[in-house]
């Protein structure tokens, strides 16, 4: 019988793992800066599920503030980079 | 039972994960990439999310993880357009299998703004669209 716990370490984070890591080839390669700040978007997302997992895991519900502010950073991260890429043209 | 839940839903969640990661790799083009990334993502953490808040029997717990649920259904779609619309302003190529390009000549190109009917130029010029002629120039 297969415990959840094993289940989570040895199915799921490597799952997720495997997800930032293809997403890491695409920050490196993207031909264009949006590529690149969609890339780094979808790894903080990731980002958020990993520590939803690790919290599981642990039994540490702390952590799940540091998701919150994350998620916080992301959308945030992605709005100014959008907002000065569509200035940039202008100019 | 419960850990049978647990089970499924956090397959779910890193299942769409990992398609919304391949689909950023292997996709064509910007715009399909951020199509995909967006919905796929948000899907998994949600997933995730919930998993954390059956598995604690805390209501802080439950009120954090709706609270971030809510956060990102909010706030992903936002971001996802105002990337998209930067990236069409600064000419960034359809992939060459696209068909149409229905927003081409309807954004003004001083104020920014959408109009839904261009008076200065006509809808069925072709040719001028931004759609990449060679499949290499969107990879």
């Known amino acids: ?91 | 039972m419960i850990e049978i839940i647990l089970a499924i839903l956090s397959t779910a969640g890193a299942l769409s994960i990992l398609f919304a990661s391949i689909g950023i790799l292997r996709m064509p083009d910007f715009y399909l990439r951020l199509s995909v990334t967006v919905k796929a993502s948000t899907l998994g953490v949600g997933l995730l999310l919930i998993c954390a808040a059956i598995m604690f029997p805390d209501v802080s717990v439950t009120t954090k993880a709706i609270a971030i649920i809510f956060f990102l259904i909010i706030t992903a779609p936002v971001a996802a357009h105002m990337i998209g619309r930067a990236a069409y302003f600064t000419d960034i190529p359809l992939w060459k299998g696209t068909i149409v390009d229905e927003l081409h000549g309807m954004y003004n190109e001083d104020t920014h703004e959408l109009e839904s009917t261009p008076d200065n130029l006509p809808p069925d010029t072709d040719g001028d669209s931004n759609i990449a002629t060679t499949e290499s120039e969107t990879k």
């Open chain 1, 1 to 91: 019988m297969i415990t959840l716990e094993a289940y989570f370490d040895y199915v799921i984070l490597p799952i997720l793992a495997i997800s930032v890591m293809l997403v890491f080839i695409r920050l490196f390669r993207g031909p264009a800066v949006v590529d690149r700040v969609i890339a780094l978007d979808l790894i903080i997302t990731i980002g958020i599920g990993i520590i939803t997992v690790y919290s599981i895991r642990t039994h540490q519900k702390v952590l799940l503030d540091v998701a919150i502010i994350l998620a916080l950073i992301a959308f945030l991260g992605t709005v100014a980079f959008s907002y000065y890429i569509e200035k940039q043209k202008d100019d």
